[in-house]
DNA sequence: CCGGACGCCTGTCGGC
DNA sequence: TGCCGACAGGCGTCCG
């Protein structure tokens, strides 16, 4: 569920809480996430301190004093940071507990998340190695997208949707960023011109940055690390809309499953 | 290599 | 009201 922005508004709503202090415990209430939470992760990670919070597409990495702390938050995650006395609720499965009176709490109800502890530098990580680059940085452009779509047939809506190709683009933003690009989601990506993927390059950025400066998009589950939804849910243009008039022509939107995922987009408008 | 399908989970919603 | 299937923001794996 979260995608890049969501991801980079926690990233960013909780580091002041956690960088520089020291982890004073673990809870693990559940293990069972994604890949069980490993049982000896509270002796190895109590009393380590925190670096610095970074992100990796879709990933939160916690560097400590000793290894590194790698979250996903799947498709129902959420971290909140909180007193570390307030009483967990359901699906509450994981508290990093700080020496500064507050925890980190890790809610996660469908449990495809994932927490951790690896060694050595996170880029050489399993999960990590194959990523693609960040979507808003400057080795992503149109003629990236170009040179790695050539003599492929796949649509470019799961083109763009691909880690490998670029991290951080989820199903949101790939419905968003195709329409405003005017791209059919289930054109083949091999039949795209370098101009439309230069285009199309421009307004992933523009709507992940967009979605970042709002908050990210709450549409169930995602809630902020102080507990309040994003706001770009009021941007969108065309996700969860079908039937609703397209923006720009009014014509009734199109909704359709490509690659196993909900795709809106404007029949008309989009080729 | 590529493309497509399938699980992994729980919660919610719409239709009957 | 209750039940049941469909669907939900991700992603690694498996198969042809």
Redesign the pocket.
Same mark, same amino acid.
Not at 152 to 155: D, G, H, P
Not at 259 to 262: L, P, V
């Given at each position: +569920?979260?995608?890049l922005p969501?991801v980079e508004t926690t990233r960013r709503g909780i580091a002041p809480y956690l960088v520089g202090a020291r982890i004073a415990g673990v809870v693990v209430r559940d293990p069972?996430l994604?890949y069980p939470v490993p049982a000896d992760l509270p002796q190895v990670v109590a009393g380590r301190a925190v670096v610095d919070l970074r992100r990796r597409?879709?990933?939160l990495l916690l560097g400590l004093d000793d290894g590194t702390l790698l979250l996903?938050l799947? +498709?129902s995650g959420s971290l909140r940071v909180l007193p570390a006395d307030v009483a967990p609720g359901?699906?509450d499965h994981v508290d990093l507990i700080l020496d500064n009176g507050r925890c980190l709490r890790l809610r996660d109800?469908?449990?495809?998340g994932a927490l951790l502890w690896i060694t050595g530098p996170a880029e050489d990580h399993p999960?990590i190695r194959?990523l693609g680059p960040e979507p808003l940085e400057d080795g992503f452009d149109g003629s990236y997208l170009y040179s790695r779509s050539r003599s492929?047939?796949?649509?470019v809506k799961?083109f763009i +949707?691909d880690?490998r190709i670029v991290v951080g683009v989820?199903?949101?933003y790939a419905n968003e960023s195709l329409f405003l690009a005017r791209i059919h989601p289930s054109r083949a990506c091999?039949r795209i011109s370098l101009e439309r993927y230069r285009r199309l390059a421009d307004e992933i950025k523009g709507v992940l940055r967009h979605a970042i400066g709002q908050g990210?998009?709450?549409?169930?589950?995602?809630v902020r690390e102080d507990g309040n939804p994003g706001y770009f849910s009021l941007s969108l243009n065309v996700y969860g809309r079908a039937n609703e008039p397209c923006p720009i022509c009014g014509t009734p939107l199109s909704q359709r499953r490509i690659?196993?995922?909900?795709s809106f987009f404007c029949a008309r408008c989009q080729h």
């Open positions: +569920m979260p995608e969501e069972r994604r597409g879709k990933y996903h799947g +498709m359901p699906h109800p469908r449990r495809f999960l194959h492929r047939r796949v649509a799961n +949707m880690a989820g199903n949101i091999g990210g998009t709450s549409l169930r589950d995602f690659g196993q995922r909900s």
